[in-house]
T-cell receptor
Framework: EPEVTQTPSHQVTQMGQEVILRCVPI?????FYWYRQILGQKVEFLVS????????KSEIFDDQFSVERPDGSNFTLKIRSTKLEDSAMYFC????????????FGQGTRLTVV | AQKVTQAQTEISVVEKEDVTLDCVYE???????LFWYKQPPSGELVFLIR??????QNEISGRYSWNFQKSTSSFNFTITASQVVDSAVYFC????????????FGTGTRLQVFP
C-alpha cells in the first residue's frame, strides 16, 4: 500500500542551526501538508501546499519556516534557525485530488533542538 | 471559531470492556468533515474514519463504531470488546470547507487497555 515517507525519523540539532525535514508524499497526491506535535500535545497545522505554492499557513509558520517541492517527488520543510521550542514531532501529509478525502500521514520526524 | 474538544484526557479499561471516546466540535461552516485518527505508541497517525456534515448515519467497522449527532455537535467513537492493541492516543479532527482544508485536531484521548 502506498505511504508517505519521512526522513530522518529523528534529528538532533543545535539551536540556531538550519534543518531540512524531508517527505516523499504518495505519488498521485496533489495536496501536501506539514503538521507538528509538541510532545504530549495536540497536532497543529503548519502549512498546506498545492500547485507549487503555499495555499495556507498558520501563525506558527513564520519567516523561519519554508517549504519546497524541489523535484516533483520530495516535499521539504526547512527551519532556518532552530529554537528550543521547535522541538517537536513533525508530520508530513498528503491527499489526492478528490474533494476532502482523508489526509495520509507519514510516520513523523522527531526534531530535538539542544 | 473552529474548535475540537476531547474532554477525556485519559481512559483506562480492562480488555473486553466497551469504551466510548467523546468528541465535541465547533464550527460556523455548514459543510465540514470530521475525522478520527489513531496514534499508537510508535507515533504515526493512522486514519480511522471520515464523515461529512450531511451524513449523520452511524457507522460500524468491525469493533469500531461512530455516532455523529449534529444536534449536539458531537462525533463519538466507541470501541467494543477492547483489546490491548487498541491502546493508543485517539484524535478527533475537523476540516472546514470555506477557503481552507486544514485539519483542526482535538487534544486527544489516551486509551490504555489492560489485559
Amino acid at each position: 500500500e502506498p505511504e508517505v515517507t519521512q526522513t530522518p525519523s529523528h534529528q538532533v540539532t543545535q539551536m540556531g542551526q538550519e534543518v531540512i525535514l524531508r517527505c516523499v508524499p504518495i505519488s498521485n497526491h496533489l495536496y501536501f501538508y506539514w503538521y507538528r506535535q509538541i510532545l504530549g500535545q495536540k497536532v497543529e497545522f503548519l502549512v498546506s501546499f498545492y500547485n507549487n505554492e503555499i495555499s495556507e499557513k498558520s501563525e506558527i509558520f513564520d519567516d523561519q519556516f519554508s517549504v519546497e517541492r524541489p523535484d516533483g517527488s520530495n516535499f521539504t520543510l526547512k527551519i532556518r534557525s532552530t529554537k528550543l521550542e521547535d522541538s517537536a514531532m513533525y508530520f508530513c501529509a498528503s491527499r489526492p485530488r478528490e474533494v476532502r478525502t482523508e489526509a495520509f500521514f507519514g510516520q513523523g520526524t522527531r526534531l530535538t533542538v539542544v | 471559531a473552529q474548535k475540537v474538544t476531547q474532554a477525556q484526557t485519559e481512559i483506562s479499561v480492562v480488555e473486553k470492556e466497551d469504551v466510548t471516546l467523546d468528541c465535541v466540535y465547533e464550527t460556523r461552516d455548514t459543510t465540514y468533515y470530521l475525522f478520527w485518527y489513531k496514534q499508537p505508541p510508535s507515533g504515526e497517525l493512522v486514519f480511522l474514519i471520515r464523515r461529512n456534515s450531511f451524513d449523520e448515519q452511524n457507522e460500524i467497522s468491525g469493533r469500531y463504531s461512530w455516532n455523529f449527532q449534529k444536534s449536539t455537535s458531537s462525533f463519538n467513537f466507541t470501541i467494543t470488546a477492547s483489546q490491548v492493541v487498541d491502546s493508543a492516543v485517539y484524535f478527533c479532527a475537523l476540516s472546514e470547507t470555506y477557503n481552507t482544508d486544514k485539519l483542526i485536531f482535538g487534544t486527544g484521548t489516551r486509551l490504555q487497555v489492560f489485559p
